[in-house]
């Protein structure tokens, strides 16, 4: 009898040992004893030899055994495929949870792996598309088009086609793209770039030709998407057959259009929530739009799009599609967009309520309608709008009581004074209210407006979400004596030395310095102490020290050097020393050069 039992406790170690094992990615040159498949990994070593969990070296491999309703976890490192085929992602995610144990394919604690696609010839694409305006490539699959160009991402970088789903922490360069599956968490991520992948540019597509529902996706930055076979599909999420919940992530430098709820096809009795993230503008589409409602099917209960901040968009919310009318936008912080809310044509009216519109400078449009009675393209109440310096206008109404006089916003006001914490900050912290003029204690709403109706409320990528990637230079440009840089994503630039940016070019000098850094988001000019002539050849170097320039989550800026300059410059110009003192009597030197 005592052999028995035994036997059983030991049999019972053995099975619970292995039900409890989890899998993990891992790569050779931070663990150099791993092999494909070993079964005594150690996480807290990354070795082999002394652990019982199970670790592969490949991301083909890894993918194929990825445990469902298990831990499966991703180390620090770059991956793709050695091999792939048309349509698979470098990291597919196919093997089902269940309701009360999903599958989980997570960074491990403190670190931020990256998934790179790779073509069917194996070749990988661990960049952003620089050119996400091309128009040639269409229809893109494996790698060619049927316009002739090679698609920037010929396959995804993430593919998931389980359901019970939780992905994790992860960088991607290239679409993720989310098939006919259900219960599904996309979270703590960085995820860029987008197609040209099957005709469309999203850096998310949720796309099925079933119903794709119940998913969330919280806590990202999403950006770089690019354009696919028309402007409005190259948004950064794009929808069909899909309801699902989108909140506190952070959108920016997207072709055209944050986020597209195109097609909600069999969703019935399902609402798609767009609450609590930031929508920055973009420096790859000049004139971007948050969230645009397209023209196809929408079989849905409806929308609810709230406490989000929209910053210097061309359009905050842009209602194209006659069912759009069952959506309602409240409680929306709007800064110095161009449009904040435009109806289209026979878009349905946009409910709009406790919405705080802000704007600075002249000309701005709090609604813009194209056809159609004032009162057939809105609902609007509870609101308060902000306007600074210039004339700003309801649709073509230059006064709030021509605006209230078309049976609008009754118990709406209009106010010069509208206090933030930092009405010129890049942070959603920077639009909490210091002090509320206005009690809307009848709105349905809450009695205040904008994002943050009680101040407590958590806007943009909040919690788990790490930000671990350091800002790198996309670009740069001269023109005579302004300098425009690029940067891969948001930067801070109040810590920024003169000269800390400095170039070297063949006719206008060595050593050059750039100073007076402006402007926000991605994109800063400096000033440069001479004018660049056309024809010239110029060098960037960074030789910034900690927190002269970073990232929003304070990664800071590494030094480069060499790298290449565009000069824009007018043909006919000269290299001219700024600032020249050139009064009677003085010695002064001016060099030029003619082509």
Known sequence: MRKNIILFTTMFIILSST?????????????????NGATTYDPTTRSVGGGSDTVYISLDSFSSN????????????????????????????????????????IAYTGEQPTICPADDSGNTYCQYNPNPGDTSVRECSGGSSSGGAVCYYPNPAVNIGGSYIRLSGIKTYGQVFVGGVHDYIIENGDFGGGGPHINQGAVIMLDTTGSNYNGVIRNNRIHHSAWGESNSNGAAIIMYNTSVTIENNEFYDNWYADIVPKDASYQLGRTTYIRHNIFRSSSIY?????????????????????????????????????????????????????????????GAPVNSYNNLFYHANGGQRYYWFDGGPHGAKTNANFNLYFSGSGTTYWNSASSFSTWQGYGLDAN???????????PAGSTPESFKRTSYIENLSSSPYGVHAGAYETGSEQIGVVGAATDLTAPTVSSASVKSNTVTIKFDEPVVTTGYDAGDFDMDCTSAGQNISLTSPSGSGSSRTFTLAVSVAYGDTCNLDYTG????????AGNDLATFSNTNVTVNTAQGSTNVSTGTDLSIGSESTLTWSTP
């Open 19 to 35: 039900a409890f094992a989890d899998v993990y990615l891992d790569n050779t040159t931070d663990c150099p004893t791993c092999t």
């Open 66 to 105: 990825i445990a469902a309703s298990n831990v499966n976890y991703i180390r620090s490192g770059t991956y793709t495929r050695s091999t792939n085929s048309t349509n698979v992602g470098a990291l597919s995610i196919d093997a089902s949870g269940t309701a009360g144990s999903k599958t989980e394919v």
């Open 286 to 346: 000049g004139s971007s739009t948050g969230v645009y409602s397209s023209t196809q099917d929408q079989d849905i209960d409806g929308y609810e799009i709230h406490n989000n901040i929209f910053i210097g968009k061309g359009t905050g919310v842009y209602s194209v599609n006659p069912d759009f009318g069952l959506s309602v936008v409240y409680n929306n912080t709007f800064i110095d967009c161009d449009r904040d809310i435009f109806t289209w044509n026979n």
């Open 412 to 422: 709406s006001l209009t106010s010069n004074i509208v206090t933030f914490v930092n």
């Open 545 to 552: 020290s900690t927190d002269d320039i970073e990232d929003t």
